[in-house]
T-cell receptor, first 116, second 112 residues
Framework: GENVEQHPSTLSVQEGDSAVIKCTYS??????FPWYKQELGKRPQLIID?????GEKKDQRIAVTLNKTAKHFSLHITETQPEDSAVYFC???????????????FGQGTILTVHP | DTEVTQTPKHLVMGMTNKKSLKCEQH?????MYWYKQKAKKPPELMFV???????INESVPSRFSPECPNSSLLNLHLHALQPEDSALYLC???????????FGSGTQLSVL
């Protein structure tokens, strides 16, 4: 099955700095890669996702890059703010032929702390 | 309505109790999921329903029993749980082919 590794497990930055979180996956058939942000006591929220037919996607201060050859993808947050502090999870999914649902494999998470 | 609604938000139960968790979505999503999450760990998939049929059971103990009464509702029946079952239980839904998961706010379960 799919295995997703995520690094670092904790990341501490100063407000205004950039933050980068990296994930690698094992199944070359995986073709959908979402990132979730989870604040303490709240639900995971999808913040950005990328499919295997593109190499990069950006949404304001957040960007995701995908290297299919190396089987890794990264989350980049620029101009970090204290409200970016949360646990971030990457995930990978391969929609097996014919299924009408997605089975995500999550990374172990990164605790991001942005200091004012 | 773009939300997945879960009730109750908090639940405390003894090991001999029977309780149920409820999940509802009105986005027309045909896939619904139950996940279990321990603090600061990733969500772990328990069950997937697709078009109201159980499609995945990730070898979950029988003390957890899912039910999908219709395309908008998903229940998780709990019986004879153990303290180690204490966790946040998340419901999620997705359109299907588009694998974007929309999570509910979860039920924080404590088993005493």
């Amino acid at each position: 099955g799919e295995n997703v590794e995520q690094h670092p497990s904790t990341l501490s930055v100063q407000e205004g700095d950039s933050a980068v979180i990296k994930c690698t996956y094992s199944d070359s058939a995986s073709n959908y890669f979402p990132w979730y942000k989870q604040e303490l006591g709240k639900r995971p929220q999808l913040i950005i996702d990328i499919r295997s037919n593109v190499g990069e996607k950006k949404d304001q201060r957040i960007a995701v890059t995908l290297n299919k050859t190396a089987k890794h993808f990264s989350l980049h947050i620029t101009e970090t703010q204290p409200e970016d502090s949360a646990v971030y999870f990457c995930a990978a999914s391969n929609r097996a032929g014919g299924t009408s649902y997605g089975k995500l494999t999550f990374g172990q998470g990164t605790i991001l702390t942005v200091h004012p | 309505d773009t939300e997945v609604t879960q009730t109750p938000k908090h639940l405390v139960m003894g090991m001999t109790n029977k309780k149920s968790l409820k999940c509802e979505q009105h986005m027309g999503h045909r896939a619904m999921y139950w996940y279990k999450q321990k603090a600061k760990k990733p969500p772990e998939l328990m069950f997937v329903y697709s078009y109201e049929k159980l499609s995945i059971n990730e070898s979950v103990p029988s003390r957890f029993s899912p039910e999908c009464p219709n395309s908008s509702l998903l229940n998780l029946h709990l019986h004879a749980l153990q303290p180690e079952d204490s966790a946040l239980y998340l419901c999620a839904s997705s359109v299907g082919r588009d694998r974007k998961l929309f999570f509910g706010s979860g039920t924080q379960l404590s088993v005493l």
